[in-house]
Protein backbone atom coordinates (compact mmCIF):
# COMPACT_ATOMS: atom_id res chain seq x y z
CA UNK A 1 0.00 0.00 0.00
CA UNK A 2 1.32 3.59 -1.06
CA UNK A 3 2.35 6.23 1.52
CA UNK A 4 1.51 9.33 0.95
CA UNK A 5 3.33 10.70 -2.49
CA UNK A 6 4.31 14.17 -3.27
CA UNK A 7 5.77 16.04 -5.99
CA UNK A 8 8.62 17.38 -7.13
CA UNK A 9 10.89 16.04 -4.33
CA UNK A 10 13.19 19.57 -4.84
CA UNK A 11 12.32 22.59 -7.03
CA UNK A 12 14.26 25.62 -7.38
CA UNK A 13 12.68 28.86 -8.03
CA UNK A 14 13.06 32.42 -8.84
CA UNK A 15 12.01 35.40 -6.45
CA UNK A 16 8.63 36.12 -7.73
CA UNK A 17 7.59 33.02 -9.50
CA UNK A 18 4.94 31.04 -8.46
CA UNK A 19 4.84 27.29 -7.13
CA UNK A 20 2.13 24.14 -7.48
CA UNK A 21 3.21 21.43 -4.98
CA UNK A 22 1.23 18.33 -5.07
CA UNK A 23 0.47 15.24 -2.49
CA UNK A 24 -1.89 12.27 -2.51
CA UNK A 25 -3.00 11.28 0.94
CA UNK A 26 -2.95 7.15 1.59
CA UNK A 27 -5.66 5.33 0.28
CA UNK A 28 -9.23 5.89 2.15
CA UNK A 29 -7.44 9.24 3.87
CA UNK A 30 -9.82 12.63 3.71
CA UNK A 31 -8.01 14.75 5.10
CA UNK A 32 -4.55 16.27 4.14
CA UNK A 33 -2.85 18.67 6.11
CA UNK A 34 0.10 21.21 4.86
CA UNK A 35 3.18 22.37 6.62
CA UNK A 36 6.20 24.79 6.32
CA UNK A 37 9.49 23.27 7.55
CA UNK A 38 12.67 25.36 8.07
CA UNK A 39 15.81 24.11 8.71
CA UNK A 40 16.22 23.44 12.30
CA UNK A 41 12.47 24.00 13.42
CA UNK A 42 9.22 22.49 13.64
CA UNK A 43 6.74 22.17 11.05
CA UNK A 44 4.64 25.06 10.86
CA UNK A 45 0.96 24.51 10.45
CA UNK A 46 0.32 25.73 6.53
CA UNK A 47 -3.47 24.36 5.80
CA UNK A 48 -6.09 21.00 6.54
CA UNK A 49 -8.55 20.22 4.30
CA UNK A 50 -11.03 17.48 4.85
CA UNK A 51 -13.46 16.03 2.03
CA UNK A 52 -12.74 18.84 -0.36
CA UNK A 53 -13.45 21.60 2.07
CA UNK A 54 -10.49 23.73 4.39
CA UNK A 55 -10.80 22.93 7.77
CA UNK A 56 -7.98 24.93 9.37
CA UNK A 57 -5.35 27.89 8.13
CA UNK A 58 -2.47 28.76 9.62
CA UNK A 59 -0.59 32.17 10.22
CA UNK A 60 0.68 32.07 6.28
CA UNK A 61 0.23 35.14 3.76
CA UNK A 62 -2.89 34.91 1.57
CA UNK A 63 0.10 34.37 -1.18
CA UNK A 64 -0.43 30.78 -0.15
CA UNK A 65 -3.44 28.94 -0.89
CA UNK A 66 -4.06 25.15 -1.88
CA UNK A 67 -7.61 22.96 -2.73
CA UNK A 68 -8.41 19.17 -2.69
CA UNK A 69 -9.44 17.41 -5.16
CA UNK A 70 -12.42 14.61 -5.29
CA UNK A 71 -9.82 12.19 -5.36
CA UNK A 72 -8.21 13.44 -2.16
CA UNK A 73 -4.97 14.37 -3.20
CA UNK A 74 -4.41 17.96 -3.01
CA UNK A 75 -1.93 20.93 -4.33
CA UNK A 76 -0.20 23.76 -2.64
CA UNK A 77 0.10 26.95 -4.58
CA UNK A 78 2.33 29.69 -3.47
CA UNK A 79 2.70 33.01 -5.35
CA UNK A 80 4.97 35.69 -5.53
CA UNK A 81 7.63 33.86 -4.30
CA UNK A 82 10.34 35.13 -1.73
CA UNK A 83 13.39 34.24 -0.41
CA UNK A 84 11.95 33.12 2.67
CA UNK A 85 9.74 30.88 1.23
CA UNK A 86 12.31 28.00 0.83
CA UNK A 87 12.08 25.33 3.16
CA UNK A 88 10.98 21.73 3.12
CA UNK A 89 6.93 21.35 2.08
CA UNK A 90 5.06 18.48 4.20
CA UNK A 91 2.22 17.10 3.21
CA UNK A 92 0.53 14.71 6.11
CA UNK A 93 -2.74 13.03 5.80
CA UNK A 94 -4.82 11.29 8.19
CA UNK A 95 -7.86 9.22 9.42
CA UNK A 96 -9.88 11.29 11.33
CA UNK A 97 -6.74 13.95 12.98
CA UNK A 98 -5.54 10.21 14.36
CA UNK A 99 -1.53 9.91 13.94
CA UNK A 100 -0.40 11.96 10.59
CA UNK A 101 1.51 9.95 7.96
CA UNK A 102 3.87 12.71 6.18
CA UNK A 103 5.26 12.37 2.92
CA UNK A 104 8.91 13.06 2.31
CA UNK A 105 8.26 16.28 1.28
CA UNK A 106 8.96 19.01 -1.42
CA UNK A 107 12.23 20.83 -0.80
CA UNK A 108 12.05 24.10 -2.43
CA UNK A 109 14.76 26.45 -2.82
CA UNK A 110 14.10 29.92 -3.97
CA UNK A 111 16.74 32.30 -5.59
CA UNK B 1 -1.41 32.95 18.99
CA UNK B 2 -1.83 28.72 20.08
CA UNK B 3 1.91 27.63 20.93
CA UNK B 4 3.46 24.17 21.78
CA UNK B 5 6.94 24.19 23.50
CA UNK B 6 9.18 21.93 23.77
CA UNK B 7 12.42 21.55 25.66
CA UNK B 8 15.37 21.12 25.32
CA UNK B 9 16.20 22.38 22.42
CA UNK B 10 18.97 19.98 22.25
CA UNK B 11 20.15 16.65 24.47
CA UNK B 12 23.07 15.01 24.10
CA UNK B 13 24.06 11.64 26.25
CA UNK B 14 25.99 8.51 26.15
CA UNK B 15 24.93 5.68 25.07
CA UNK B 16 22.86 3.90 27.49
CA UNK B 17 21.79 7.21 29.48
CA UNK B 18 18.43 7.71 29.60
CA UNK B 19 16.67 11.02 27.82
CA UNK B 20 13.71 13.21 28.33
CA UNK B 21 11.74 15.86 25.97
CA UNK B 22 9.42 18.07 27.82
CA UNK B 23 6.06 19.88 26.00
CA UNK B 24 3.77 22.40 26.99
CA UNK B 25 0.89 24.01 25.62
CA UNK B 26 -0.72 27.01 26.19
CA UNK B 27 -4.19 25.92 25.66
CA UNK B 28 -5.99 22.78 26.65
CA UNK B 29 -5.73 20.09 23.96
CA UNK B 30 -8.07 17.60 22.40
CA UNK B 31 -5.01 14.94 22.22
CA UNK B 32 -1.32 14.99 22.20
CA UNK B 33 0.87 13.26 19.01
CA UNK B 34 4.95 12.44 18.95
CA UNK B 35 6.85 11.87 16.17
CA UNK B 36 10.67 11.39 15.21
CA UNK B 37 12.44 12.81 12.55
CA UNK B 38 15.74 11.59 11.39
CA UNK B 39 18.75 13.97 10.17
CA UNK B 40 16.94 14.39 5.98
CA UNK B 41 13.83 12.74 6.72
CA UNK B 42 10.17 13.92 7.35
CA UNK B 43 8.45 13.08 10.65
CA UNK B 44 7.31 9.80 11.56
CA UNK B 45 4.14 9.36 14.26
CA UNK B 46 5.10 7.49 17.17
CA UNK B 47 2.18 7.33 19.25
CA UNK B 48 -0.59 9.76 20.49
CA UNK B 49 -2.37 10.34 23.91
CA UNK B 50 -6.29 11.43 24.37
CA UNK B 51 -6.81 11.19 27.88
CA UNK B 52 -6.20 12.74 30.76
CA UNK B 53 -3.42 11.53 32.74
CA UNK B 54 -2.26 8.49 30.58
CA UNK B 55 0.81 6.71 30.33
CA UNK B 56 1.19 4.60 27.12
CA UNK B 57 4.74 2.90 26.51
CA UNK B 58 6.56 1.68 23.98
CA UNK B 59 9.39 -0.57 24.66
CA UNK B 60 12.08 1.57 25.86
CA UNK B 61 10.07 4.87 25.13
CA UNK B 62 7.45 6.10 27.69
CA UNK B 63 5.19 8.91 27.12
CA UNK B 64 2.60 10.70 29.36
CA UNK B 65 -0.33 12.81 29.04
CA UNK B 66 -0.76 15.70 31.60
CA UNK B 67 -4.06 15.68 33.75
CA UNK B 68 -4.89 19.29 32.56
CA UNK B 69 -4.43 18.06 29.23
CA UNK B 70 -1.72 20.81 28.38
CA UNK B 71 1.73 19.37 28.97
CA UNK B 72 3.05 15.93 27.91
CA UNK B 73 6.94 13.89 28.30
CA UNK B 74 8.79 11.45 26.25
CA UNK B 75 11.19 9.14 28.30
CA UNK B 76 13.80 6.99 26.42
CA UNK B 77 15.35 4.55 28.80
CA UNK B 78 19.29 3.32 27.74
CA UNK B 79 19.45 5.36 24.69
CA UNK B 80 20.56 3.57 22.05
CA UNK B 81 22.52 4.67 18.98
CA UNK B 82 19.29 4.27 16.82
CA UNK B 83 17.21 6.41 19.02
CA UNK B 84 19.38 9.73 17.15
CA UNK B 85 16.93 12.23 15.86
CA UNK B 86 14.67 15.04 16.06
CA UNK B 87 11.52 14.27 18.41
CA UNK B 88 8.57 16.41 18.39
CA UNK B 89 5.35 16.70 20.46
CA UNK B 90 2.63 17.86 18.05
CA UNK B 91 -0.88 18.94 20.18
CA UNK B 92 -4.52 19.28 18.33
CA UNK B 93 -5.98 22.90 19.67
CA UNK B 94 -9.46 21.23 21.08
CA UNK B 95 -11.68 23.20 18.69
CA UNK B 96 -9.80 23.95 16.19
CA UNK B 97 -8.44 21.73 13.25
CA UNK B 98 -4.90 22.04 13.60
CA UNK B 99 -1.93 20.23 14.88
CA UNK B 100 0.37 22.40 16.02
CA UNK B 101 4.28 21.43 16.27
CA UNK B 102 6.67 21.97 19.22
CA UNK B 103 10.25 23.22 18.05
CA UNK B 104 11.40 19.44 18.44
CA UNK B 105 14.52 17.80 20.86
CA UNK B 106 17.14 17.38 18.93
CA UNK B 107 19.15 13.72 20.53
CA UNK B 108 22.54 12.76 19.96
CA UNK B 109 24.30 9.60 21.55
CA UNK B 110 27.63 8.99 22.26
CA UNK B 111 28.44 5.52 21.02
Known amino acids: DAGVTQSPTHLIKTRGQHVTLRCSPI?????VSWYQQVLGQGPQFIFQ???????GRGNFPDRFSARQFPNYSSELNVNALLLGDSALYLC??????????FGSGTRLTVV | GQQVMQIPQYQHVQEGEDFTTYCNSS?????IQWYKQRPGGHPVFLIQ?????EVKKQKRLTFQFGEAKKNSSLHITATQTTDVGTYFC???????????FGQGTRLTINP
Open chain 2, 90 to 100: AGLIQGAQKLV
Open chain 1, 92 to 101: ASSFSNYGYT
Open chain 1, 49 to 55: YYEKEER
Open chain 2, 49 to 53: LVKSG
Open chain 2, 27 to 31: TTLSN
Open chain 1, 27 to 31: SGHKS
